[in-house]
């Protein structure tokens, strides 16, 4: 890229949930779970703007309303072709460079965005995660791509997983696309852990940990809760028993 591309956060976010119905405006220490996630992400300071790509049905109207009320775009679309939805809302607000986020990370980390943003304008590749090999827990990374790279996908698949889960083509297809994951290091290396909401027993330790975090510093990092975690060990099995549910096999 020849000058600094428009750089957008989208947001896959949207009310219905099959495990955990309305966990996206689920109260979480005074604020809409989403909010909290919203605020945590106009931290990353080399992002231009913040989407939130929800659906066009009726009871996603108070998660676009949250959008308006929090000063971020929004595109309203298919509850089914996630990555189109994606996709109209990068084009929307003109956006280069894609960090696609799910809604329901409550404690995503700037820095680490922020880290994976660098290494793509570093390095000559199409796509940058830190999923590919897992190091870091569920719930503290994007996925960072191109918004042409994600029209030429949308021109070659119509396969429904594709659709439902935005840049699974992209990483699936290395002959095609250059990847390039990061990998955690030192005791940040923890994918046993799991961040993210998918079931109540989730949101009980995402709740726990902004009780004890937020008040001192409400824009703390994965290595303060590591902190929090040797002080109370105990607080990292309270969702031992849920599923673990890889981030991109889930429609948000």
């Not at 996925?143 to 029209?151: A, G, N, S, V």
């Not at 990092?221 to 060990?233: A, G, M, Q």
Request: with cysteine; charged share 30%; aromatic share 8%.
């Amino acid at each position: 890229m020849s000058k600094k591309p428009k750089l957008g956060i989208t947001i896959e976010a949207r009310f219905s949930s099959s495990r955990l119905p309305g966990k996206v405006l689920r109260p979480l220490y005074g604020k809409p779970m989403l909010a909290q996630m919203i605020e945590r992400l106009k931290h990353v300071k080399l992002a231009d703007v913040i989407v939130l790509a929800t659906t066009d049905q009726p009871e996603d109207a108070p998660v676009a309303e949250l959008a308006k009320e929090l000063g971020i775009g929004y595109y309203r679309g298919s509850s089914d072709d996630v990555l189109d939805r994606v996709l109209k809302a990068a084009q929307k607000y003109d956006i280069d460079l894609i960090v696609e986020t799910c809604g329901d990370c409550p404690v995503i980390d700037p820095k680490i965005l922020e880290k994976q943003i660098q290494t793509f304008f570093d390095h000559d590749v199409d796509y940058v995660g830190c999923h590919l090999v897992k190091t870091f827990p569920w719930g503290l990374d994007g996925k960072l791509f191109t918004t042409k790279t994600l029209e030429e996908v949308a021109q070659i698949t119509r396969e429904p997983a594709d659709r439902e889960n935005v840049s699974l083509y992209i990483y699936e297809h290395p002959q095609k696309y250059k990847l390039l994951n990061i990998e955690a290091e030192g005791r940040c290396r923890r994918p046993d852990l799991r961040l993210v909401v998918d079931y109540l027993e989730d949101f009980n330790l995402i709740e726990t940990i902004y009780k004890r975090l937020y008040d001192k510093n409400p824009a703390f990092s994965y290595e303060d809760i590591l902190d929090l975690f040797e002080r109370e060990p105990e607080l990292q099995y309270m969702n031992r028993d849920a599923v673990n549910i890889a981030v991109a096999g889930r429609k948000q």
